[in-house]
């Protein structure tokens, strides 16, 4: 069966720090990985990431994907308190699937 | 441009009773999609409409969900009767590209729904 792992389920940290979230998965096919950040309510579409090795990068915010280990890091640098939300990563199979992963709660605290 | 609408943004009906959920698309997308998220769950898939037709509906629990999209515009989920583990919340996304290489869906605000 499609799985999407993700780790750590929580994580409280404080401003300015720097945090790695992991995103690991086994699927039978695979199209593309996206991850999502969910506040209070819609997910909202971070990055998606189709090749190996080539980092994406939007702000404070970067992801890269290693589809020989299955798997995927989203880094989120100099936190601020705005960064607390639910980080989704999911995966595509095929064009109209999608499977999403527990997802991770981050806090950050002042 | 206005994003994906649903509504009721929160629903509370007693176990038995009738349901009817809907999705408002961003408007061109022809794929709409509808999610649900139990309590301590990962938000997973049941249903995929291209236009008015049901493309995937593998993730459906079982009849007593009922997804149309009459006219390939908006979507509504039924669920009749409710019962009390169809409590959770449930998401509804559209997306543009059909067969390419993007995948990306714009996801609306969820439904709540507490069957008691």
């Known amino acids: 069966e499609d799985k999407v792992v993700q780790s750590p389920l929580s994580l409280v940290v404080h401003e300015g720090d720097t945090v790695t979230l992991n995103c690991s998965y086994e699927?039978?096919?695979?199209?593309?990985l996206l991850w999502y950040k969910q506040e209070k309510k819609a997910p909202t579409f971070l990055f998606m990431l189709t090749s190996s090795g080539i980092e994406k990068k939007s702000g404070r915010l970067s992801s890269i994907l290693d589809k020989k280990e299955l798997f995927s890091i989203l880094n989120i640098t100099a936190t601020q308190t705005g960064d607390s939300a639910i980080y989704l990563c999911a995966v595509s199979p095929s064009y109209d699937k999608v499977i999403f992963g527990p997802g991770t709660s981050l806090s950050v605290i002042p | 441009e206005a994003g994906v609408t649903q509504f009721p943004s929160h629903s509370v009906i007693e176990k038995g009773q009738t349901v009817t959920l809907r999705c408002d698309p961003i408007?061109?997308?022809?794929?709409l999609y509808w999610y649900r998220r139990v309590m301590g769950k990962e938000i997973k898939f049941l249903l995929h409409?291209?236009?008015?037709?049901?493309?995937?509906e593998s993730g459906m629990p079982n009849n007593r969900f009922l997804a149309e999209r009459t006219g390939g515009t908006y979507s509504t989920l039924k669920v009749q009767p409710a019962e009390l583990e169809d409590s959770g919340v449930y998401f509804c996304a559209s997306s543009q590209n059909w067969r390419g290489a993007g995948n990306e869906q714009f996801f609306g605000p969820g439904t709540r729904l507490t069957v008691l």
């Open positions: 408007s061109g997308h022809d794929n």
């Open positions: 699927v039978t096919n695979f199209r593309s």
């Open positions: 409409f291209v236009k008015e037709s049901k493309q995937d």
